[in-house]
């Protein structure tokens, strides 16, 4: 089978699978605040206090039409100090629910857009966190920055802090597309914020770019992808455009007719992937292209590479405590998520509350299947012992493997599982054969955006 029959049998609406089971396949009815503090406690206990923390900052100046972020438009910056004072409240009811000092080993700002906040206000921000904790001799702290607002005073005071990775989102340098989707910058801007960046001291900056966006063309996306890779950023996550205006109403600032069809789509991605390989990055996982100097590149051949709500790292830790509104956390045996409304969030911080919305106790069939989705997404292979197949959810996966391996997308052995070079386009295809819980309630409605 060619790979444009193949691209079009397994253009489906399929997870991103930055978790198992999957947001809108969590089961509440055993969540409880309780619960999720018990498994949260113990798997810090077992961690030797090592931890993970994402920080979601909301606040943007102008909405991006593509975005599929929880965010709050303003221009008002007096939201800063009262937003960041219920954050580090709400890292003191953590700290007060566990029974070891915590030991940071990573911490990462996320949005809406970090550098929305003052350079300032983030330094009183980390400070407040790193305060009552210890932090890892190794730990990597890294930060989202919008090319137009982040300054050099930023960048200055986040290096004193101990960051050392910048994240910008360019998506694609074209005006057309830059103006549909309201997210102008100029090449210019994101030149001097990377030199900037590099001339203080951090050593890993990452673009982000999508494909697939309203208007897009090939000669633009080849265009903007020359222009980074002249700017060469140690990685790449290039990503495919996610259309769910059911989600996100920004999205219906334009239609499908303005979005390209899934022939140009796909070649948009190809184009896209032979050129960054020509310039020397790797692909890594789905989606992420990095230089080989990169560490990213180094956990991919060493197995160490872990995948998670923020996407691929290098950082295998099994604990992440999301601080914010509309944060994910996750211990590995459970997930929890907070309030999406800022107003929400903020009133039960002042009322001592956590304030979680949902989340989801694994059980043992699915922490066996998490272990196998990741091992596909990170490693692109997984095996698995006789006892293994006597669970009814996992034997079922590999009933559905059957037919992608026939299709050429990966090799079955009677205890083990690997990726082709073709069947690496199609990792979400993969994956979902294992996903018990979708399979065992087909949703309805689209839940997740197209394979493609």
Not at 238 to 265: C, D, I, M, N
Request: contains cysteine.
């Amino acid at each position: 089978m060619n790979i444009d029959t193949l691209t079009e049998k397994y253009r489906v609406a399929a997870p991103r699978y930055t978790s198992y089971p999957t947001v809108p396949y969590w089961d509440e009815t055993e969540f409880s605040d309780s619960a999720w503090i018990g498994r949260l406690s113990e798997a810090v206990s077992d961690a030797d206090g090592e931890i993970s923390l994402y920080l979601h900052l909301p606040f943007c100046e102008s909405l991006c039409t593509y975005c599929g972020c929880n965010t709050r438009i303003t221009k008002n910056h007096g939201v800063e100090l009262p937003y960041i004072a219920a954050v580090l409240k709400e890292w003191q009811l953590y700290l007060a629910q566990l029974d070891v000092k915590p030991v940071i080993k990573d911490i990462h700002l996320g949005g809406g857009t970090p550098t929305f906040f003052s350079a300032e206000n983030l330094r009183l921000l980390i400070e407040g966190i790193l305060k009552d904790a210890e932090t890892s001799g190794d730990a990597a702290f890294s930060i989202e920055g919008h090319p137009n607002n982040t300054t050099e005073e930023h960048l200055r005071t986040l290096y004193a802090l101990g960051f050392r990775r910048l994240s910008l989102g360019i998506q694609d340098f074209d005006p057309k597309v830059q103006l549909i989707i309201n997210r102008i910058q100029s090449y210019e801007d994101v030149e001097k914020v990377t030199r900037l960046a590099r001339e203080i001291g951090f050593d890993s900056v990452n673009y982000d770019l999508i494909y697939g966006l309203p208007l897009q063309t090939l000669d633009g996306l080849q265009s903007t992808i020359d222009q980074v890779i002249r700017l060469r950023p140690d990685r790449i996550a290039f990503y495919s455009y996610a259309h769910v205006p059911w989600v996100k109403p920004g999205q219906r600032r334009y239609t499908e007719a303005h979005l390209p069809s899934a022939e140009l789509k796909k070649a948009l991605y190809e184009s896209g992937r032979l050129q960054l390989s020509h310039a020397g990055y790797v692909e890594i996982g789905m989606d992420h292209f990095t230089l080989e100097s990169d560490t990213l590149y180094q956990a991919g051949l060493t197995g160490k590479l872990h995948r998670n709500f923020m996407g691929y790292t290098e950082l295998n830790g099994k604990v992440m405590i999301g601080l914010g509104v509309s944060s994910i956390s996750d211990c590995w045996s459970a997930f929890a998520q907070n309030v999406k409304s800022v107003e929400e969030y903020l009133a039960l911080i002042t009322a001592d509350k956590l304030p979680l919305s949902k989340g989801h106790l694994l059980s043992a069939s699915d922490l066996l299947i998490r272990r196998h989705i990741l091992n596909i997404m990170c490693q692109g292979q997984t095996s698995w012992s006789l006892a293994e197949l006597m669970n009814a959810d996992f034997e079922a996966g590999i009933l559905r493997m059957h037919e992608l391996a026939a299709d050429g997308l990966v090799h079955l052995r009677p205890n083990h599982l690997g990726v082709t070079p073709i069947g690496k386009r199609f990792l979400r295809n993969i994956c979902m054969a294992f996903d018990a819980r979708l399979w065992e309630k087909q949703p309805q409605t689209q839940l997740f955006s197209m394979a493609d």
